[in-house]
């Protein structure tokens, strides 16, 4: 082949590559472009089940049924990926905790809700090595009972059953969790290049783990939650002592559960590490088609039960891996540790002297025995004066620790899936549990046009009524459905003191609206959301349209004793696009926090542009700042919002922090705009949607967009009433 020849062959004639891989996005020339996408991930095109509603198909399921399947499939060991000790359960658990542990407070995002471990990058991070074998073995089940059970269920629930074969009470199970058809594109696991980068890029100071970058909370690039050899791989228990600390607290875990989780999640099971970690061939998603889903092929013998390679780590933790007893504690206090390495070459700790019938039994070859092990995370356990403190009081209270761990096991596996009426089936806890922010039943049988007249009689003003609603309600996040205006927690400590909300204003709102619920027998939270519509209506009227918002009524009043304060700081808004608010010292581009706080609050790209706009033409910006406004009929729910942002008669100039929109021929300045208002009318995707409602023939659709979106800011939260 002559130099000519090779460059027409290396010109294919058939397209390739570019359009159908990630090696070429096209927006990789752009890379600080706005991530629109995120809005509408899970669009109803990649789920095949359209219309398919799983939480009612839920209902029909035979939890009986599969709880005794799962139990036989626990010790129906498989010569593809033979069991440890003939049980499959410290597989199961493992991946059941991977798949709810990587769920963090700060964002309420991650989690084992979705059934997102089926997907990239979760199905392939380093930490989850070997759980591709554990999803497998649960095919022939997820098969048989078909669209009745979702992985997400089917994955928690097999740890769960696994822990009951093992002699664990459980606390109990709540279905209802829908699988995802594609990846999360919303979820931010930091900013590595590399899998396991030291854990130095993520914090300010690596001694000082509260310095981790948020709202992450797994130490490395690809791990749950620690590194168990020690910080950067290096032993030292008391440091990772402070870091299991951290990163369970940012899952929303105390002392207490974090060391029932360790404790109780290491009474079972093994680590594999016999031989050398890098000879495992690619992860699930790089693999090649010969091995369907599969990854980490091990090259080691046949690969499999005694020649397994996950962590790197060798060994089983207690003398009884598939019993669940107190024999972590036994082992751990009852001994002295040193360090060894493994097979594969990780860092464990190993008795100083054990008696021969207190070792485990080789997991597939019952005449030897190993020495157990420890991580340096479960060495931390003991070294650690507060964790040792509460092991202590686990070891004379059995009947205390079981109980512990499995409410921890209960909160773990079912944290991001919000209020207790959103739990499916016949196992549900009746008990109400702090950490599910419980919310009571509100009245619904008063007269609400009367209440409604009365708010309207009030004197409170449009933006009052609209900014209070909207304060309620916007701190709900559809990542753990945590939040929302159902509960009136806008009254209570820590929200009533919120910088974003306003103290001074939410306080002379609500010392006008509380005697006025009591006097109609409504709830504050009902009554805060009518007001709110009403503002809404009265902005229509201005603009000369007659609105009408639908509005149930039922939301409940929280009290302080149902409210963990401090479990609600992650909700703090730190930014409010919408109204125009960002904390000063905010290093983050504002388009970016309001990107991010529209998907919490599940709002589609066009939904968020319509809010926006709205509420700066309402006039309910922080603070009644002018900044942003955008129009001369303040109070109106016009477009001009869109109309002046986009109005070629206008030149737009940076004065300070904030920007000038001047009449282009007089120069005088018409208004001023914030950053985040210029980026709707710059950000190519945001003014195309902000040149529609900017259009003549679209002023009407600016108002019932605009209404729609607020009903469902407004509805969004309220699971635990009847509907
Ligand atoms: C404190 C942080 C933790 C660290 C650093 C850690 C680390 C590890 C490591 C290195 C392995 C070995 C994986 C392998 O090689 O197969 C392992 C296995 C296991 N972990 Fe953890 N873990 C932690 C917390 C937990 C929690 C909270 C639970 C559950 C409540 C749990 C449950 C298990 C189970 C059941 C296994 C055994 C897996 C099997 O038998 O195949 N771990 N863990």
Redesign the pocket.
Known sequence: MDGNEMKTAGKCPVMHGAITSEARSVMEWWPNALKLEILHQHDSKTNPLAGFDYREAVKGLDVAALKRDLAALMTDSQDWWPA?WGHYG??M??MA?HAA?SYRAADGRGGGGTGNQRFAPLNSWPDNV?LDKARRLLWPIKRKYGNAVSWADLILLAGTVAYETMGLKTFGFGFGRADIWAPEIDTYWGAEKEWLAPSDERYGDVDKPETMENPLAAVQMGLI??N?EGVNGKPDPLKTAAQ?RETFARMGMNDEETAA??A???T??????NGSAAALGPDPEAAGPEMQGLGWANPNQHGKAANAV??G?EGAWTTHPTVFDMGFFDMLFGHEWELRKSPAGAWQWEPVAIAEEDKPLDASDPTKRHNPMM?D?DMAMKVDPVYRAICEKFMADPAYFNDTFARA?FK?THRDMGPKARYIGPEVPAEDLIWQDPVPQGPTGYDVAALKAKIAASGLSTAELVATAWDSARTFRQSDYRGGANGARIRLAPQKDWEGNEPARLAKVLAVLEPLAAEAGASLADTIVLAGNLGVETAAAAAGVALELPFSPGRGDATEAMTDAESFAPLEPIHDGFRNWLKKDYVVAPEELLLDRAQLMGLTAPEMVVLLGGLRVIGANHGGSAHGVLTDRVGALTPDFFVNLTDMANTWVKAGEHYEIRDRKSGAVKWTATRLDLVFGSNSILRAYAELYAQDDNAGKVVRDFAAAWTKVMEADRFDLAR
């Open positions: 440890d410290g597989l658990i493992r905790w542990g070997s939650y620690v168990p299991v989780l360790t109780g999640g290491h079972v099971g093994k680590t594999h590490g996950t962590s780590l991580t995370a096991w773990l």
